[in-house]
């Protein structure tokens, strides 16, 4: 009850904000509300409370002034960062998400993310440090089944992904967004497709903004032909993240596997949470685990 009231407080302190800044009527309203973060919109802006756990400081307004060198890619903030209940809070121009009941726009996402990893990476660009998110979550694992074969897959996982070395250089490092999925994108006033949500955004290799739905397939969650319409719109669009011809694999098998465990931790954890059993995907994402860790150490 006390974080229901806490997240009700915040709800109508992002509302009130909202309300200063739009320039539309609009009964404020909740988009997202998971993971410790309370998304609020009100007419033609979001107001968004931060997770409390994140790091807020010089990078990420780092990243705020990268994202806005790029409109034509990205929705930024509207200003510099705010302080509200000792959250970070950013307001950004409102853009209609992805509606799951029509077509997904797999190709616009690829044809986005190709056109971000192209950009001039600046050179006092923030660095991307999300592989440190599946070590997390797998350390927050409770015993039982699903989360032991999660733990097995994790430990095939090269030792810097674990956090015992320092990630080795070698790959082609780009702009990435660092979190993508399709959920990160909305349509803008404009018409056109834009990324949102920046706290990843910064220099890395481009291939973990595959990672995502290359684990998804690989856990049979995502349909091969959505797949297929995916990789191949990124390759059509000169996308330096895998091979333009040729097994993508090559690329792609580490960030995969360790999205996979990531988003098969997350399920395990949520569902120990609800107490409630594993759905399908789910459980299939469990089942991918159980495939990695029967596969062995391909690091």
């Known amino acids: 009850m006390q974080t229901e009231t806490v997240q009700s407080g915040l709800f109508t302190r992002l509302a009130q904000i909202g309300r200063q800044r739009t320039t539309e009527?609009?009964?404020?309203?909740?988009?997202?509300?998971?993971?410790?973060?309370?998304?609020?919109r009100v007419g033609d802006v979001?107001?968004?409370?931060?997770?409390?756990d994140r790091e807020h400081g010089a990078p990420f307004l780092d990243r705020i002034w990268l994202a806005g060198t790029m409109p034509d890619?990205?929705?930024?903030?509207?200003?510099?960062?705010?302080?509200?209940?000792?959250?970070?809070?950013?307001?950004?121009?409102?853009?209609?998400?992805?509606?799951?009941?029509?077509?997904?726009?797999?190709?616009?996402?690829a044809r986005l993310l190709a056109a971000l990893h192209a950009?001039?990476?600046?050179?006092?660009?923030?660095?991307?440090?999300?592989?440190?998110?599946?070590?997390?979550l797998v350390s927050r694992l409770e015993d039982g089944p699903a989360a032991n074969a999660v733990r097995r897959a994790f430990a095939t996982l090269p030792a810097w992904i674990r956090g015992e070395e320092t990630e080795p250089e070698g790959r082609t490092r780009c702009l990435i967004h660092g979190d993508w999925h399709l959920g990160q994108m909305v349509r803008a006033p404009d018409g056109r497709?834009?990324?949102i949500d920046i706290e990843d955004l910064g220099r890395g290799d481009p291939a973990w903004d595959l990672a995502r739905p290359a684990a998804l397939y690989s856990g049979g969650v995502?349909?091969?032909?959505d797949w297929e319409r995916f990789l191949d719109a990124y390759r059509e669009?000169?996308?330096?993240?895998v091979p333009a011809q040729g097994d993508p694999w090559t690329a792609l098998d580490v960030p995969a596997r360790s999205l996979a465990i990531q988003i098969a931790a997350t399920c395990v954890i949520s569902a120990g949470r609800e107490d409630r059993p594993l759905d399908g995907a789910e459980q299939a994402m469990v089942d991918a685990c159980v495939r990695i860790s029967a596969a062995g150490d391909a690091a």
């Open 25 to 40: 009527d609009g009964r404020p309203e909740t988009l997202y509300d998971r993971h410790g973060v309370l998304v609020v």
């Open 46 to 52: 979001v107001v968004k409370a931060h997770q409390a």
């Open 73 to 109: 890619l990205l929705i930024g903030a509207l200003g510099p960062p705010l302080t509200v209940d000792g959250r970070t809070v950013t307001l950004a121009t409102f853009g209609e998400p992805v509606d799951p009941s029509k077509e997904l726009p797999w190709e616009e996402g």
């Open 119 to 136: 950009a001039p990476v600046p050179a006092d660009a923030p660095t991307w440090g999300r592989p440190a998110r599946v070590a997390r």
């Open 193 to 195: 497709w834009r990324l």
């Open 222 to 225: 995502l349909p091969p032909r």
């Open 237 to 241: 669009a000169g996308g330096p993240a």
